[in-house]
């Protein structure tokens, strides 16, 4: 059963460019969440998804990112006009859904998108 | 909003010995996860935690959900080398809103 996946693992972009980043949930999991880690900090909570809604975007700036999760294909968040506080390293993470029993409220992490402005 | 505290920050100690890290929060949650995290890696699940008092063990980790329901510790026996790292808990409510503390750095001295 293949874990969360993510790609690019790494990503560089310039200033003003846009940075896609992707999470493909683990087999059987609807719910996706994003998580911001900037060095030597913990995890920040970005955005909560399910497939086709938004569920908790509380975390997420309000301009330049948004995110997604398709009804087919990954959950992508998506950085407009980057700039260069937005080097950090972006992890999603998926769970069951909440009310399916074992596993309800664990969240399992992908390996996370490093990205540098450059 | 919710915060997590972890305590301590970090620690330093022998090959061998146990080692034992708390996690403590201002509101209730009826979830608490405990993740390791290695340098360039996501954080990997240690053990969860589902009902109040609960008391859980993964090999030489064991883990309690506190019976106040707003407090989980995490002890580690016979640390080993590998077990280097940042330890995060996170508290969360019916598999929604998870709240993650800022994290526990283990350093392991041979």
């Known amino acids: 059963n293949a874990g969360v996946m993510q790609n690019p693992r790494h990503l560089v972009r310039r200033r003003g460019q846009e940075a896609r980043l992707r999470c493909s949930p683990m087999k059987g999991h609807s719910h996706v969440y994003w998580y911001r880690q900037l060095p030597e900090e913990g995890l920040k909570f970005m955005v909560y998804?399910?497939?086709?809604?938004?569920?908790?975007e509380s975390g997420m700036p309000k301009e330049r990112f948004s995110a997604e999760f398709p009804k087919e294909g990954p959950s992508i968040l998506r950085i407009q006009q980057v700039v260069r506080g937005d080097s950090a390293a972006y992890f999603c993470?998926?769970?069951?859904?909440?009310?399916?029993?074992?596993?309800?409220?664990?969240?399992?992490f992908g390996p996370g998108t490093r990205l540098t402005v450059l | 909003g919710q915060q997590l505290n972890q305590s301590p920050q970090s620690m330093f100690i022998q090959e061998g010995e146990d080692v034992s890290m708390n996690c403590t929060s201002s509101s209730i949650f009826n979830t608490w996860l405990w993740y390791k995290q290695d340098p360039g890696e996501g954080p990997v699940l240690l053990i969860a935690l589902y009902k109040a008092g609960e008391l859980t063990s993964n090999g030489r980790l064991t883990a309690q959900f506190g019976i106040t329901r707003k407090d989980s510790f995490l002890n580690i026996s016979a640390s080993i080398p590998s077990d280097v790292g940042i330890y995060f808990c996170a508290g969360s409510n019916y598999g929604q809103n998870f709240v993650f503390g800022p994290g526990t750095r283990l350093s392991v001295l041979p």
């Open positions: 993470a998926s769970s069951p859904i909440p009310t399916s029993g074992d596993g309800v409220g664990t969240q399992y």
């Open positions: 998804l399910q497939k086709e809604n938004i569920i908790d």
